[in-house]
C-alpha cells in the first residue's frame, strides 16, 4: 500500500516534465542564444556547450552544460550524456595546453541543498588549480580587476580553441557507439 502511494505522485511527474523544457529565466538556457563573446562561450558541441564561468573559483573556470534544461543526469540520453564527458576532457587539455595548471577540480553540485548555485540546470565545473593558488585568489577576489582577467582570460582560450577541437573531434573517431 505504502509503494502505491509512492508510485502515485502526481507533483512529482509535474516536476519530472517541468525539467525537459528551457526556461525563459534560467541563465545556463540563455546563454547560448547571444554571441560566443557576450557569453563567453569557448566552444557549442551538439547537445552541450562549454563557456567560462563569469563569477570564477579560479581564472580559467570552465563549465560544460547541455542545452537541455535538466537538473539531473536523469533526463539525458546515451549520446548527450558521452558528449558530457568527452567535453569535460577535452576542457582539461585545453586548460593544461594553455594555462599549464597543476590539478583541477572537476565536479558538480546536484540540488541545492549541495550548493548548486542554478540548481535546476545540470552543469560540470572545470576549476584548474595551480599550488600556492588558495592565497593567490584571496589576494584578487577583493580587486575590481577580475572582469579584464576573465575577458583576457576567455581570448586566450579562443586562440587556443584547435586544440579543444582535435580532442573532441580525436574521441568521438575512436568512439563507435556515438551517433553523430
Ligand atoms: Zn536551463
Redesign the pocket.
Known amino acids: 500500500m505504502s509503494n502505491l502511494k509512492i508510485l502515485w505522485n502526481p507533483w512529482r511527474f509535474e516536476y519530472v516534465k517541468s525539467t525537459t523544457k ?2 525563459s529565466n ?1 541563465i ?2 540563455k546563454l547560448p542564444n547571444k554571441s560566443d563573446e557576450e557569453s563567453y562561450i569557448v566552444y557549442r558541441g551538439k547537445y552541450s556547450y562549454i563557456a567560462l564561468n563569469a563569477y570564477p573559483y579560479n581564472s580559467g573556470h570552465l563549465m560544460i552544460i547541455p542545452y537541455k ?1 535538466v537538473a539531473c543526469f536523469d533526463n539525458l540520453n546515451n549520446n548527450e550524456l558521452f558528449e558530457l564527458i568527452v567535453l569535460t576532457k577535452a576542457s582539461t587539455i585545453l586548460l593544461r595546453e594553455t594555462f599549464n595548471p597543476d590539478g583541477f577540480n572537476i565536479g558538480l553540485n546536484i540540488g541545492r541543498a549541495a550548493g548548486a548555485g542554478v540548481a ?2 545540470i552543469h560540470i565545473h572545470v576549476v584548474p588549480r595551480w599550488i600556492g593558488d588558495t592565497n593567490f585568489m584571496a589576494i584578487i577576489a577583493s580587486t575590481k580587476t577580475l572582469p579584464v582577467a576573465l575577458s583576457e582570460t576567455y581570448s586566450i582560450l579562443k586562440n587556443n580553441v584547435d586544440k579543444l577541437i582535435n580532442v573532441i573531434n580525436k574521441t568521438l573517431l575512436e568512439s563507435d557507439s556515438f551517433d553523430q
Open positions: 528551457s526556461d534560467c545556463f538556457c534544461h535546476d540546470h
